[in-house]
């Protein structure tokens, strides 16, 4: 099991930008997938963006390509989900996750969620 906490969520205006982070006390991100996940009101669940723990490649959905980068800092063991241009349909609620094989690849579905941040884009 392996505790996760976001943080950076909040209301910006359509156009900005915004970066989420996620940490755990407990076990190594360079040792786990690491994600991130959205859900919003009356919409399925979406899988944003994926970092491989085995070859560690970058996953984002179509929704989000070039517009979200998904990065790590190692040495601060913290994930960073940097969201740019960010529109009224981004808004949800952003989960992280992990999991201790590489969930990245395939349809798997990580194990270990965090509690998740709003971010809601108006005007």
């Known amino acids: 099991q392996v505790p996760l906490v976001e943080s950076g969520g909040g209301l910006v205006q359509p156009g900005n930008s915004l970066r989420l982070s996620c940490t755990s006390t407990r076990f190594s991100f360079d040792d786990v997938a690491i994600g991130w996940f959205r859900q919003a009101p009356g919409k399925e669940r979406e899988e944003v963006s994926c970092?491989?723990?085995?070859?560690?490649?970058?996953y984002y959905a179509d929704s989000v390509k070039g517009r979200f980068t998904i990065s790590r800092d190692r040495r601060k063991n913290t994930l960073y989900l940097q969201m740019n241009g960010l529109k009224p349909d981004d808004t949800a609620v952003y989960y992280c996750?992990?999991?201790?094989?590489?969930?990245?690849?395939?349809?798997?579905?990580?194990?270990?969620w965090g509690q998740g941040t709003q971010v809601t884009v108006s005007s």
């Open positions: 970092l491989s723990s085995t070859d560690g490649s970058k």
């Open positions: 996750t992990a999991d201790v094989v590489d969930y990245c690849h395939g349809s798997d579905s990580p194990n270990y």
